[in-house]
Structure formats: structure tokens, C-alpha cells
């Protein structure tokens, strides 16, 4: 089948990879020129969107961020409703409709003005997270705010000033054992597929690496995480890989999974499939919007460590046996996503003792 893919970063630029492996033609839109790329090469195509959206048979995207225009041109084409998935480019829509399916958040409160923040706020006797309800991700546009701290009149009018100048919500700060996320997808006809859970690391916010497939995952958990997948993605009709990041709360036999955020796309938090799986997320993505069989998933320990504004790999994990790097060509800042490195670890105290090592090399977040 034909496919073209709203975006042409990594994540578009790895779901054009899978598409070639299963047998489809794929081409990337650039979402800020409009202009049409080949996969791999960041030379445009001479032709328009118009007719690239007139040549695909199925049209899909990296990122959740659609402009509308990029919608009305796909109409049909699209396999989930962008309407549908617009929820989950806004904070309060996505507390919302998890709250109206059932399924446990972070308690929260919106504010749509300074003056209802600063009220809110008010109300608040324990540490919060506040959120911008457009626009954040890794980490960005949030604030941590403690009504114990001594100078936290200060900080409260000074977070007036970000928070207030655009609607959010303000959560409740969650002492979470660890953070998992779920990883699966829905293909055109229903068929649900997820991952086993993953355990993700934040650093300030952002992603640095995710432990996959290294225990048994509690069954209970696993049950959980897969029926809120399944409420979801029927919900909302979804098409595709999808990822749900979790809190875990508690330990042991008494652990409770808190949704944190919805992403209706392929995720940072399932790049290890692609070493680590006889099928990507990537791959899986692609199945669902063709209606391919999905396999029987098959998963290998693995380690995946984030690149983050790091000039470059270092040579010694280009060359290790165990490691699959991955760059994704763009110019680097501190904080910026630059690639990942996918490791085959058995133990989980040696991925343990490999991120201490690799993490100063590979990442610089400010
Ligand atoms: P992403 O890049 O995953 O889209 P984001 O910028 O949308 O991230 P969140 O996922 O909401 O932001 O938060 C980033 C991280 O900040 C979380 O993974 C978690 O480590 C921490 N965090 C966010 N909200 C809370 C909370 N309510 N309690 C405790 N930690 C939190
Ligand atoms: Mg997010
Ligand atoms: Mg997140």
C-alpha cells in the first residue's frame, strides 16, 4: 500500500523504515514546509501535498500536533478521527476523558486564568505539579510548586506569571515507586496487541532510558495497563501504535497504576522494540493501519538509553556487540533528543551499572 506520514523526524523517519520492510511505499510530509520528502534523505520532492495526499492510500502521522489543514486534506485517508485524538493534545480534555472512562489519574484541578490558578493554588496543602494545558513535552512548561516550602509565596507569583497566562491544571505531585509505560496498538479491525510493561527514567523531566523486558511483569499490572489500552483506543477509535505512561504507587501485591499521559502515536518509551522484539512499535503501527497479521510478540531484555544533546555516539557503543545505536541526524542543543541506544542486556544490575556509565557521556540536559 501507498503511506504517507505527517512528519518527517525520527519517529516518521522510522516508521518509513518499517513500512519498507513490510512490503509498502511510504513518503514523509515535512510538517513545517509542507513540503514532500523521500524517506532517509532530506531532499523535497517535487510533488505538492495535494498530490501526495492524492497518491497515498493511507495517511498517518508522527505526532499528535495536526494541523487542521493537514487534516482536511487527508479526510478519508486518516484511519483514526483527528478530532477523536484531539483530547490528548490538551491537559484538562485528557484528565477528562480518563476520569469519564474509569480510569485512575493524578488527582487534578484546571484553571483557565491567572486569577482561578492563584485560587486554586490556594487550596493546594501539598506539593503539585502545575501543567500548560497545549504545548509541553519533555518536561517543558511545567512547574513543581510545595505549599510547605518557605519561600513558596514567592514562587507562587511567579508561577502566576508562566502558568497564568494560559489555561493548565494543577496535579498532585505523585511519590511513585517507579514510572512504566505500555506500549501497543489496534489495527484496522480491532485486534489489540501491547508490549509488556516498561520501566522509564526521567531526568528533569525528559526520557533517559528504559529498562525492557528484564522481569516478569505482575500480572495484575500487566491486566490493568492493557485494559486501559483497550478502553482507550476503542474509545477513541484509534488506529495505530499507542502509548499510555504510567505512576506506579505502592509496591508488591498492593501496586496501583495512575495513568500520567496518552500519547496516540509511536513513543520514545518503545524504541527498544527495535532491537529488543521480533516486532517494533514501529512495525506494529504499520500492521494496524494495513490490517497485516500481528505476530507472536517475542521480547529480549534490553536497555534503550537516550541521546540527549550530546554532540555524538561514542565510538566504543558504535563498536559494542551489545548495542544498536541509533542517530538521528539533527543538529544538537542540551535537552534535545539526538538519538538512542538500544542494548541487549541480560542482568538488569549490569543495564543498571551501563546507564551510570553511558548516561554523563550521552546526555546533556541544560
Ligand atoms: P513527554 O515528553 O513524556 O510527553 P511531558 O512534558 O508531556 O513529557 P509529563 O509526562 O506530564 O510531561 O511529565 C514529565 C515527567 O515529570 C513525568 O514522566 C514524571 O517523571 C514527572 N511528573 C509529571 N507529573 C508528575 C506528577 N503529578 N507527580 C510526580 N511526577 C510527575
Ligand atoms: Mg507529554
Ligand atoms: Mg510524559
Sequence with gaps: MKLLILGNGQLGQMLAQSSIQLGHECLLVNTRTNKVMPAGAHVPLSLSIEEAMQWADIVSWEHEQLDPDHVALAAAKLLTDADKIRPLTHRQLEKKMCDDLGIPTAPWQSFQTADQFSQALQTWQEPVVIKAAFGGYDGKSQWRWNPQSTSAQTEAAALERSAGLQAGIIE????????????????????????????????????????????HIDERLQATAEEAFRRITEHLGYVGTLAIEFFVVGEGDTAELLVNEIAPRVHNSGHWSLSGCNASQFDLHIRSLTNMPFP??????????????????????????????????????????????????SSRPDAEALCKHWTPSLQVLS
Design 296 to 345: 507472536e510478540l517475542a521480547v529480549q531484555p534490553t536497555l534503550m538509553l537516550n541521546a540527549i544533546g550530546c554532540a555524538q555516539i561514542p565510538a566504543e557503543l558504535w563498536q559494542d556487540s551489545r548495542a544498536q545505536a541509533f542517530w538521528y541526524g539533527k543538529d544538537s542543543r542540551p535537552g534535545r533528543k539526538v538519538g538512542h541506544v538500544n542494548m541487549r542486556i
Design 172 to 215: 498532585s505531585m505523585i511519590p511513585f515507586s517507579k514510572e512504566m509505560s505500555i506500549v501497543g496498538a489496534r489495527a484496522k479491525d480491532g485486534r489489540i496487541l501491547c508490549y509488556p510493561l516498561v520501566e522509564n527514567v526521567h531526568t528533569n523531566g525528559i526520557l533517559s532510558h528504559t529498562f525492557a523486558g528484564f522481569e
